[in-house]
């Protein structure tokens, strides 16, 4: 939300709107690894307790092949009929929001390809790391945000919202892996 508020600061309401059409089809990209996230949560913190990197690897492994399952076919389409979704749903107005979209779409793509990152941290004990990487999240949004969207708009918004979330996923990632 902190995006939006900062568009119709910065920008316009127009931009905002935009940035909005296309944050509800980022939505349901992002639909696939939350419900995958809700179910492994609890098994990863089990198994890890347990000891057993193995099958904690085996879960992990097999719950970003799922989420990819669910999420790539959804991403894939928005891309290549993003722009007959959003006149179908919201009007031909709102087609300015496609390539916002299409960005903000290939965020989520890395997203969904990292799997489950943040929950690996949090179910093994590494809440604290976890809030570091958010933290160091939220710093460098406000900072792309601050300077890309003045001069870009919606189009910068939505490319510091993939840069951040992208910097999150790798940051994390190699923690994980560590």
Same mark, same amino acid.
């Given at each position: 939300?902190?995006?939006?508020?900062?568009?119709?600061?910065?920008?316009?309401?127009?931009?905002?709107?935009?940035?909005?059409?296309?944050?509800?089809?980022?939505?349901?990209?992002?639909? #696939?690894?939350?419900?995958?996230?809700?179910? !492994?949560?609890?098994?990863?913190?089990?198994?890890?307790?347990?000891?057993?990197?193995?099958?904690?690897?085996?879960?992990?492994?097999?719950?970003?092949?799922?989420?990819?399952?669910?999420?790539?076919?959804?991403?894939?389409?928005? !891309?290549?009929?993003?722009?007959?979704?959003?006149?179908?749903?919201?009007?031909?107005?709102?087609?300015?929001?496609?390539?916002?979209?299409?960005?903000?779409?290939?965020?989520?793509?890395?997203?969904?390809?990292? #799997?489950?990152?943040?929950?690996?941290?949090?179910?093994?004990?590494?809440?604290?790391?976890?809030?570091?990487?958010?933290?160091?999240?939220?710093?460098?949004?406000?900072?792309?945000?601050?300077?890309?969207?003045?001069?870009? #708009?919606?189009?910068?918004?939505?490319?510091?919202?993939?840069?951040?979330?992208?910097?999150?996923?790798?940051?994390?990632?190699?923690?994980?892996?560590?």
């Amino acid at each position: 939300e902190l995006t939006s508020i900062l568009l119709g600061w910065w920008v316009d309401n127009e931009s905002v709107a935009y940035f909005k059409v296309a944050m509800q089809g980022v939505a349901l990209i992002s639909l #696939g690894l939350s419900s995958v996230n809700a179910v !492994i949560m609890p098994n990863v913190a089990r198994l890890y307790k347990q000891g057993n990197l193995k099958s904690t690897q085996a879960l992990l492994t097999k719950s970003v092949q799922l989420s990819a399952i669910i999420s790539l076919p959804i991403l894939f389409f928005l !891309i290549m009929f993003g722009e007959f979704v959003i006149s179908l749903l919201f009007g031909k107005d709102y087609l300015e929001a496609y390539p916002i979209l299409v960005i903000l779409c290939l965020g989520q793509l890395v997203n969904v390809l990292m #799997g489950s990152v943040g929950v690996v941290l949090n179910m093994t004990g590494n809440e604290k790391i976890t809030l570091k990487a958010l933290s160091l999240t939220l710093t460098l949004s406000l900072i792309l945000l601050a300077t890309l969207v003045p001069t870009y #708009g919606a189009i910068g918004a939505a490319i510091a919202v993939s840069v951040s979330m992208t910097f999150s996923n790798m940051f994390v990632s190699i923690i994980v892996v560590k």
